[in-house]
């Protein structure tokens, strides 16, 4: 078996006398879409900080492409929830200059056309010559899509990149996101609090519990087949078993995992994998 995309030994992250995370062990394999799911606080966005390398763990490394990160990475793009668009640059604009620091040796030119074709790829080819503050909200995050897909990252990192969309919208955008991360074969990590989100797009979700002290308590393995559809989703066997899994961890199992007393089989590198579409 290849080696994972990115792999996650045993993890911490302090503030203080808090550990809001511990000994958090997981691996993305390449070309795999993982969803992480946990409750407010529990440390999520530390964890995608830290595999973009915009954090630093307490304890433990995270090894992509076999090396120990140590920074921000060109290879490692985020889609975060707020657009973090350049206000005084076009949409066009945005994306090209995301292309020249990819690809020092373009000219403008290149960047310029390889940034329209991104855009019109996310169906904001009319929208190109417009600054997002002429921009609807879901339109300001197709931008941030399209850039994160142009420069081609190895890993696409997300932190709830659809929240503050409408449904049609999400709906929308979270098929578009899963069709191009597929057809480019990169890994995915996302952040969710959408359940159906996370049975949309992922391969495993990776169920965190509470913090502090939060671990990866249960992996869940998504059997469901592809290609899948947010209108489909419901209808296919196997999704409410998963739905009802998820949800009860969500509401009573995140909150009485205890690391030092755990249920019978779990260890925190091998956490167990479940399958309850199966
Ligand atoms: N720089 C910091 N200094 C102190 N505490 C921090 C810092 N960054 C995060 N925290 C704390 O760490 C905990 C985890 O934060 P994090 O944003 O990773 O959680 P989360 O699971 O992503 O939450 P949410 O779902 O609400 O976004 C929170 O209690 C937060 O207050």
């Avoid at 809001?20 to 997981?26: A, G, R, S, T």
């Avoid at 390398?53 to 060109?74: F, K, M, N």
């Avoid at 979270?174 to 990169?186: D, F, I, N």
Wanted: net charge neutral; proline share 6%; aromatic share 6%.
């Amino acid at each position: 078996m290849d080696r994972p995309d990115v792999q996650v030994e045993g993890i911490a992250r302090r503030f203080g006398a808090t550990a809001v995370f511990e000994d958090v062990w997981f691996s993305v394999g390449r070309g795999e879409f993982v969803c992480l799911v946990g409750h407010s606080g529990c440390g999520k966005t530390t964890i995608l900080n830290i595999l973009a390398g915009l954090d630093a763990p307490d304890d433990g490394a995270v090894i992509v492409g076999g090396r120990e990160i140590t920074g921000p990475s060109l290879d490692r793009a985020v889609i975060f929830q707020s657009h973090a668009l350049m206000p005084w640059m076009t949409a066009a604009q945005n994306v090209a200059f995301a292309l020249s620091c990819r690809n020092p040796h373009w000219n403008r030119r290149m960047c310029e056309d390889a940034a329209r074709e991104a855009l019109a790829r996310v169906g904001l080819a009319h929208a190109a010559d417009r600054k997002p503050a002429q921009l609807s909200g879901g339109m300001k995050q197709r931008v941030g899509i399209a850039r994160a897909l142009a420069i081609q990252p190895r890993i696409l990192l997300m932190d709830e990149p659809f929240s503050a969309l409408d449904a049609l919208t999400r709906g929308a955008l979270q098929e578009e996101v899963s069709r191009l991360v597929t057809e480019a074969g990169q890994t995915g990590f996302m952040i969710t609090h959408d359940v159906d989100e996370a049975i949309l797009l992922a391969d495993r979700i990776l169920l965190m519990s509470n913090g502090p002290g939060a671990r990866i308590a249960e992996v869940v393995v998504n059997t469901l087949p592809r290609p899948r559809t947010r209108a489909g989703l419901h209808h296919m066997p196997g999704y409410h078993a998963l739905r009802d899994h998820v949800l009860d961890f969500l509401i009573t199992r995140s909150r009485d995992f205890e690391a030092t007393n755990p249920p019978a089989g779990w260890s925190a590198r091998a956490v167990p994998e479940l399958r309850p579409a199966a």
